[in-house]
């Protein structure tokens, strides 16, 4: 344990206050804590890293969150670790860049769900791609973020055959996201010129 912590925590036992020079190494402590933790959650989960690349490779939209799922969670330690939700499920959440119209979005959306329905997958498991809008008194207009979620069917299956159906889910819809992207790209291409 840190020497500040350690000498804080003696303070707070024994019922005395802490120095200001001792409140400024504790503060910097925890600073640095926060900034270590800022570098961890940029890490992006390899089992999602496929499509979050395939994603922002569209040049369309730029990645903000995303999670590879963490089925082998219980409720009992979801509790603990104080999550109001379940992990069961992998997602990704994205942006539009300003320079590209909604449309060509929902057209890549719409190549994207012809393929997951006409894969073996479309019975393991469900994906679903929404527009969630954000609120906050900072930003006028409302903002919006989109999110990918690929969600398993049964939740009773064992974890391993779990984990593999949800591993190449991501991969397909990943693999879809670059073959239409390239369609889509083409055809605005196209008629631009025309």
Known sequence: MNKIIEKT????????GISREEWQELKQYWEEIGKKL??????IEPR????????????????????EGHLEE????????????PR?????????????????????????????????TKWDATLSITKRYIACKETVPIESHYRFTLKLFDPHEPLDKKRAKLDTLIKEVAESVEKNTEIISKEYHRTRKA
């Open 9 to 16: 925590l003696k303070a707070l036992e024994r019922n005395e």
């Open 74 to 85: 219980t409720l009992e330690a979801m509790k603990e670790q104080g999550s109001f939700y």
């Open 38 to 43: 800022k570098q961890i959650y940029r890490i």
């Open 88 to 120: 069961d499920s992998a997602y990704v959440s994205f942006e539009r860049l300003e320079y590209i119209e909604e449309s060509m979005l929902e057209e890549l959306f719409r190549f994207i769900y012809s393929d997951h329905l006409d894969s073996k």
């Open 48 to 67: 999602i890293r496929v499509l979050v690349d395939a994603l922002n490779r569209t040049g369309m939209i730029k990645t903000v969150s995303s999670c």
